[in-house]
């Protein structure tokens, strides 16, 4: 029994690191200290890829939170 609520919170640790990392990438992304080379489309391209990043990463954690 023990061992089903260890990894219930396992899970719920590499979930929730798994969104602080993204929502650091993407706001890396969007603010500047991450960029593309410009022959992948420069500081642009990554802005809008930031926006991507944040917003399916909010989306996934209203989810989540729905789906329990």
Do not use: D, E, R
């Not at 260890?6 to 602080?20: R, S």
Request: net charge positive; hydrophobic share 60%.
């Amino acid at each position: 029994m023990a061992s089903k609520q260890n990894a219930k919170i396992l899970n719920f640790v590499a979930w929730l690191t798994g969104v602080l990392v993204s929502l650091s990438v993407g706001f890396a992304m969007i603010n500047g200290p991450l960029t593309l080379p410009s022959w992948l489309g420069g500081a642009t391209l990554a802005m809008i890829v930031g926006w991507v990043v944040v917003i399916t990463t909010l989306l996934s954690v209203v989810l989540a939170v729905i789906k329990n």
